[in-house]
């Protein structure tokens, strides 16, 4: 799928906030089986982008094709290891592009 070009983004559209964290093992106490829970370690504000018409074609059949695109500025602490938490919903990173933040379902690991 090719990028798109480097936008800049008006600071008014970040008004979205995202959690950023790892995944962690933690036993229930109740049950003693391990269960993987989310460890938030800082929160950003996000831009979630919407994908035009030409972006949804090109993304079928890719890792792309269920994938959220949220907008960051940047930041160094962002890696591909982290997992986003966004409007309660659990990503993981697919991609890091210089402006752009390509998440996926993150599968509960």
Partial sequence: MAMPKTSTYAPYLFNKTAD????????NENTGVSEPTFDKQFTLHVYPQKRSLDMQYRALGTDYQDARTLVIRHNKRVT???RVKYEGKKY????????LLYTSDAADD
């Fill in 92 to 99: 993981k990173i697919i991609s890091i592009s210089p402006c």
């Fill in 80 to 82: 591909q290891s982290l």
């Fill in 20 to 27: 950023f964290g790892t995944t962690k093992s933690v036993t």
